[in-house]
């Protein structure tokens, strides 16, 4: 049987925490050998908020590392950077010239800029469209998404339905795969943990930085189960291994964030030893291949629309 096509994507913008982890590297980890999956790394997208050529580069390089070090096997999975693909700006903007400028301008992510009185770019205003095409080209089934991408998903299936009206059947709407595993992990203020809310734990953080970040927990006065520390300390044990942990040391937060800590880090370790042997060539070569083979659908594809559209001759 033939599997069915995934694609998702991730922005290089920064260093990862156990939120991204339980909320959405684990769960890749459990499905995307039951598919064919793609893993694209949007730095083209990520060009809408960093400036600064050393920066992206070392993000690119260093997401596709945690990916690896949680344990994605490389040969199983297309991994590629979307600016190692010239179609995905080519599709962006065939389906620019579909979608109205009242339509984008719903966008959340557009929206929420202006409403902030932030000055949007071009780029921003376009990106469901660049987004769409990173889907669409692929002919991808299934598209693995945390809950905030689900309108960007909705713009996808809207720019395949407005391409094949005005051209004829090409695209197939894709479907948003909407990862609830874990719901929300609370950061150490309690909030939803957040690099911009700087509330987070690192997921390779040394044990040190797990300390300093654990002891920051916020902890309500009142005698009864630190929820915050409960909350997290939940995600790597079961209840029934930490009732009498919590009911032993009723009162005794610094013995419960120690405990914590060990649990963190006895998940951490292997992950941060996995990751430390990683090469940057290592990360380079994978890339490389990745994109021949990204290259090789995307043109395929690319080549029946540019002769539904006529820019053949
Ligand atoms: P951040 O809020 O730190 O900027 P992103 O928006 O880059 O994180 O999220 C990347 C992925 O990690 C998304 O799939 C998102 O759903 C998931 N994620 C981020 N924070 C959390 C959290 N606190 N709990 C669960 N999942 C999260
Ligand atoms: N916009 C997504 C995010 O910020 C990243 C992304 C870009 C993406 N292209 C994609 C996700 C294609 C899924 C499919 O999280």
């Not at 990862?16 to 499905?31: D, E, M, Q, R, S």
């Not at 994605?72 to 297309?78: A, E, F, S, W």
């Not at 339509?103 to 769409?132: C, R, T």
Request: a negative charge; proline letters at 4%; hydrophobic letters at 40%.
């Amino acid at each position: 049987m033939t599997k069915k096509r995934l694609l998702t994507g991730l922005q290089s913008s920064g260093t990862l925490h156990i939120g991204n982890y339980f909320g959405a590297l684990k769960p890749f980890t459990n499905i995307y050998q039951d598919y064919e999956s793609y893993l694209m790394i949007a730095d083209l997208h990520a060009l809408t908020t960093v400036r600064d050529a050393k920066l992206l580069r070392q993000n690119t390089i260093d997401v596709v590392k945690d990916y690896l070090a949680v344990g994605i096997d490389p040969t199983k999975v297309v991994m590629f950077r979307q600016s190692d693909v010239p179609q995905h700006t080519e599709l962006a903007w065939i389906f620019e010239c579909l979608v109205t400028v009242p339509f984008l301008m719903q966008a959340h992510a557009y929206k929420d800029k202006v409403a902030k009185g932030i000055e949007a770019s071009a780029g921003l205003f376009n990106y469901p469209m660049l987004m769409a095409a990173d889907i669409l080209l692929y002919d991808a089934d299934v598209v693995p998404v945390g809950e905030d991408q689900r309108q960007h998903i909705e713009y996808a299936r809207e720019a395949a339905t407005k391409f094949n009206s005005a051209y004829g059947e090409t695209f197939t709407p894709p479907q948003e795969m909407i990862i609830k595993a874990v719901g929300i992990v609370p950061g150490t203020d309690g909030q939803k943990m957040s690099k911009s809310y700087k509330n987070t734990i690192p997921l390779f953080g040394t044990r040190e930085e797990l300390e300093k970040a654990v002891m920051s927990i916020v902890t309500d006065s009142g005698g009864k189960r630190p929820e915050n520390v409960y909350a997290i300390h939940k995600l790597l044990k079961t209840e029934a291994e930490l009732t009498p942990l919590y009911e032993a040391n009723q009162g005794k937060y610094k013995n419960l964030k120690d405990a914590l800590v060990e649990d963190l880090d006895t998940l951490i370790t292997p992950m941060r030893e996995e990751r430390a042997i990683i090469s940057d060539s290592d990360i380079k070569d994978i890339l490389e291949s990745g994109a021949v083979r990204a290259r090789e659908r995307a043109s395929a594809k690319m080549a029946q629309v540019k002769q539904q559209i006529g820019i053949t001759i």
